[in-house]
């Protein structure tokens, strides 16, 4: 196996299996990727045929990137002690865990911070990174589309997003089951709610033109989409969803 090509991961939970199935379906070699033998690394041998290390340190010998998917408070003293190379790339997916932290406890590894979505088990993924390493940018372009950001200040803000993903599957979720109330059949009405935001994303990544003359496009005055969005504005949408965000916020910053 050539070491460079392999990629490794320590902490082999629901993040890494999602990201897994994300690399294998993009066509990567199983033989390339290495697991810790913790977690659901052996389930993912027998599944993929993935190969297992013998422990923490025999994947930072035998990989050239390392992906750490253990649970934030795990991460420093999960990579302490494994003998990286210089320059060897630690790429955290830890949420709010700095690339200082983990500098001090693998002082000779190059840090990245990334945060993917689950959703990169079918390649649709849009994972923050930082900084933008061209190797583990193309990792993740296996996986979706990465998002760089210009600077680690901005990591806590953007992994925001990360619980709004989880919030727009309940959104999806009400309106497929309110739906299903009203009589329509349930699998209708799922694929029609979930289909409608991703309509509804794609529009706004996809369309140069300001996202407030999009909205207004759909807002005629007296139309259904205003009467729904003044019904909303009463019950206090946006502000709640604003209010939120600032809680996810104050949790990734420790506050
Ligand atoms: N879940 C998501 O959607 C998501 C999305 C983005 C980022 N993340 C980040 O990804 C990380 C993992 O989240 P998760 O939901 O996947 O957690 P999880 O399901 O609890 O997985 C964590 C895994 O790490 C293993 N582990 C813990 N300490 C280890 C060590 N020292 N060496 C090797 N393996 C070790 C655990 O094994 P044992 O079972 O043996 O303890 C477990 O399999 C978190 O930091 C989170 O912030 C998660």
């Known amino acids: 196996m050539d070491r460079d090509m392999t990629l490794g991961i320590i902490g082999v939970g629901h993040l890494a299996v999602a990201v897994i199935?994300?690399?294998?379906?993009?066509?990567?070699?199983?033989?390339?990727?290495?697991?810790?033998?913790?977690?659901?690394?052996p389930a993912m041998a027998d599944r993929f045929g993935v190969r297992l290390a013998a422990d923490n340190a025999a994947v930072v010998a035998?990989?050239?990137?390392?992906?750490?998917?253990?649970?934030?408070?795990?991460?420093?003293?999960?990579?302490?002690?494994?003998?990286?190379?210089?320059?060897?790339?630690?790429v955290s997916a830890c949420a709010g865990v700095p690339i200082e932290a983990l500098q001090r406890a693998a002082p000779e590894a190059e840090v990245?911070?990334?945060?993917?979505?689950?959703?990169?088990?079918?390649?649709?993924?849009?994972?923050?990174?930082?900084?933008?390493?061209?190797?583990?940018?193309?990792?993740?372009e296996r996986?979706?589309?990465?998002?760089?950001?210009?600077?680690e200040d901005d990591f806590e803000v953007a992994t925001v997003h990360a619980a709004v993903y989880g919030w727009a599957q309940a959104l999806i979720a009400t309106g497929a089951k309110w739906s299903a109330a009203q009589g329509l059949d349930e699998a209708t009405a799922r694929r029609l709610a979930a289909r409608t935001f991703v309509a509804a994303g794609r529009m706004i990544a996809e369309q140069p033109a300001p996202m407030d003359d999009l909205i207004a496009a759909?807002?005629?005055?007296?139309?259904?989409?205003?009467?729904?969005?003044?019904?909303?504005?009463?019950?206090?949408?946006?502000?709640?969803?604003?209010e939120a965000c600032d809680v996810v916020l104050g949790r990734l910053k420790g506050s």
């Open 112 to 140: 990245v911070r990334v945060m993917p979505l689950t959703a990169a088990s079918i390649g649709a993924s849009p994972t923050l990174v930082f900084p933008a390493d061209p190797d583990v940018v193309a990792l993740l």
């Open 143 to 151: 996986v979706g589309s990465p998002v760089p950001l210009r600077r």
């Open 21 to 41: 199935e994300g690399l294998i379906a993009s066509g990567m070699a199983p033989g390339d990727i290495l697991l810790a033998p913790r977690g659901k690394g």
């Open 62 to 90: 035998e990989s050239g990137i390392v992906l750490l998917a253990v649970r934030p408070g795990a991460a420093a003293d999960a990579v302490a002690d494994l003998g990286w190379r210089p320059g060897q790339r630690l």
């Open 218 to 242: 759909l807002a005629t005055p007296g139309g259904i989409t205003e009467a729904g969005l003044r019904s909303l504005e009463r019950s206090g949408v946006p502000a709640g969803w604003e």
